[in-house]
């Protein structure tokens, strides 16, 4: 997964449902910090750890850690892996969609980095830009209603199960990927798709199109066509040219 100079993203963890602690719909906040950061994708009920170590997210960690919600809310910039600059004075536009997740896990370093784990909550669309808070992060305000039953977490049948996991055999062996197929089955449909949409190497732009999928039924379908293109792309590459 992309990464930029303030922190690290490592491999999201599988997707789970609504923890007791977390906010209700009424209880979210009018103002938000936002990490913008590159190919990463967090989807309600996916969690995402993050190595923080740059000062200005080193500052919004401990001023999300100081809020009832704790909420973060990851983005990515309009132009893919700008961030890297280094000057904390750039504010590169940002997606207008993006998902907030909650600080679930919290670790400190001896060399000075915090180790978080956020678990993707809702999805907002940011309605303006606030002032730059004094630790030199981006606050937004955010607009969750259109996202409103990314809490509400509805029941999830994928459809068309069996063809799904054909055609992502198909997907993972043009990759040459090792897979652990007993693990992928075992697992329920909800966390099936949410796993996926955050694991697979997908391009920024295919992330942030899973993102904004009105719902788990359309980002199965969604990461099918992916899949399926895949496995179209490999079969055109070895068709003999003569």
Not at 22 to 49: E, K, Q, S
Not at 125 to 134: C, F, K, N, Q, S
Not at 207 to 219: G, H, I, P, S
Not at 223 to 229: D, H, S, T
């Amino acid at each position: 997964m992309a990464s930029e100079p303030g922190s690290s993203a490592t491999a999201p963890q599988p997707g789970g449902t609504r923890r007791g602690f977390d906010p209700g719909f009424a209880d979210l906040p009018r103002a938000m910090p936002v990490f913008p950061l590159t190919g990463a994708l967090l989807v309600p009920g996916g969690r995402m750890p993050l190595n923080i170590f740059e000062p200005r997210y080193l500052a919004m960690t401990r001023h999300a850690l100081m809020q009832s919600d704790r909420l973060i809310g990851m983005v990515q910039p309009k132009e893919r892996g700008v961030e890297r600059k280094l000057d904390p004075g750039f504010r590169p536009e940002i997606e207008s969609v993006g998902c907030a997740g909650r600080i679930i896990a919290f670790e400190e370093t001896d060399d000075g980095r915090y180790l978080i784990t956020l678990s993707g909550l809702i999805r907002f669309r940011t309605v303006e830009e606030l002032p730059m808070a004094g630790g030199g992060f981006r606050l937004v305000r955010p607009d969750f209603a259109p996202f409103a039953t990314d809490i509400a977490q509805p029941n999830f049948a994928l459809p068309g199960r069996a063809r799904f996991i054909a055609t992502l055999k198909g997907y993972f062996e043009a990759r040459n990927a090792s897979v652990d197929w007993s693990a992928i089955d075992a697992m329920a449909d909800r966390q099936l798709v949410i796993s996926l949409a955050m694991l697979c190497p997908f391009s920024p732009d295919e992330k942030q199109a899973l993102l904004e999928c009105r719902d788990l039924a359309e980002l199965g379908e969604m990461l099918l066509a992916l899949f399926e293109l895949a496995v179209r792309g490999r079969n055109d590459d070895q068709r003999p040219l003569h």
